[in-house]
């Protein structure tokens, strides 16, 4: 792997398990949907959904196997 590579891997990988933690804990707020209002919960949903964007974002700058 080449120092770029290298360099893109470990940017991908210090992104993705923060967002990872983002969405596991929003996804785990979610859980308990019926006890929060209206607009946290959409809120939440929001940062879930924009949290699946980023990770999609991130998958695809994977180079190919």
Do not use: C, K, W, Y
Request: net charge negative; glycine share 4%; hydrophobic share 45%.
């Amino acid at each position: 792997m080449s120092g770029d590579q290298d360099e893109m891997h470990r940017f991908r990988h210090d992104l993705a398990n923060p967002l990872a933690a983002l969405l596991a804990e929003t996804q785990l707020l979610l859980l308990n949907e019926a006890s929060l209002d209206s607009e946290t919960v959409r809120g939440l949903r929001e940062i879930e959904a924009l949290s699946r964007r980023m990770r999609d974002m991130l998958a695809a700058t994977e180079p190919p196997a």
